[in-house]
């Protein structure tokens, strides 16, 4: 059974600075052969993905947070993290932590941790 689990959400003013961190279970080895992603949501919106890592460490990113938004990972501890900086509230949201393995067509999904940006 595979497991997302997110941490690091909380409320952090304007300017400010915070760090999402996914750790991933049951999954073992093929954690490096995966995409790794965040996404966020706010209420009545769609899902809108944030950042993505893949094989060879290839990064993609949204423009609203390029610059500001650094997404890496651990494939020893089948980690993936999320460095936001220079926070907006436009950034607040609920942050999903996505591992995604193509040769298997699955997603994965965690729980969601809120990120609230406001003074």
Partial sequence: QVQLVESGGGLVQPGGS??????????????????????????GKQRELVASVAGGDRTN???SVKGRFT???????????LQM????????????????W?????DYWGQGTQVTVSS
């Fill in 18 to 43: 915070l760090r999402l961190s996914c750790a991933a279970s049951g999954i073992g080895t093929i954690f490096s052969m995966c995409t790794m992603a965040w996404y966020r949501q706010t209420p």
């Fill in 61 to 63: 990113y949204v423009d």
């Fill in 71 to 81: 997404i890496s990972r651990d494939i020893h501890k089948n980690t993936v993290s």
């Fill in 85 to 100: 900086n220079s926070l907006k509230p436009e950034d607040t949201a609920i942050y999903y932590c996505n591992l995604h």
């Fill in 102 to 106: 193509a040769v298997a067509s699955i």
